[in-house]
Nanobody, 116 residues
Framework: VQLQASGGGLVQAGGSLRLSCAAS??????????RGWYRQAPGNQRDLVAT???????NYADAVKGRFTISRDIAKNTLYLQMNSLKPEDTAVYYC?????????WGQGTLVTVSS
């Protein structure tokens, strides 16, 4: 599976961005049972932002609850992250992933910069 993330950019605090992650190619063995967004700020580890499983159940990091929404378009094989009320501390490279029983696939990352 190849994952292509897009939609990052520079935005002022309080603004919004929508990230997209398009999946293509063969996934090999196993079905994708969860997809997610993670982020990594400079000098920090990669942290969970949000996930959505095959049944549509979502999970969010406490830091983004109420501001970010994860969704997917199954027909387009695309994952989204709507980010509202952005804060400078949301600045990071955002990565999408797709998880099967056998492997985790990662996209290349898209940079989100929130200015104060």
């Amino acid at each position: 599976v190849q994952l292509q993330a897009s939609g990052g950019g520079l935005v002022q605090a309080g603004g919004s961005l929508r990230l997209s992650c398009a999946a293509s190619g063969s996934r090999g063995r196993g079905s994708i049972y969860v997809r997610g967004w993670y982020r990594q700020a400079p000098g920090n580890q990669r942290d969970l932002v949000a996930t959505i499983d095959a049944g549509g159940t979502t999970n969010y990091a406490d830091a983004v609850k109420g501001r970010f929404t994860i969704s997917r378009d199954i027909a387009k094989n695309t994952l989204y992250l709507q980010m509202n009320s952005l804060k400078p501390e949301d600045t990071a490279v955002y990565y999408c992933n797709a998880v099967t029983k056998y492997q985790t696939y990662w996209g290349q990352g898209t940079l989100v910069t929130v200015s104060s």
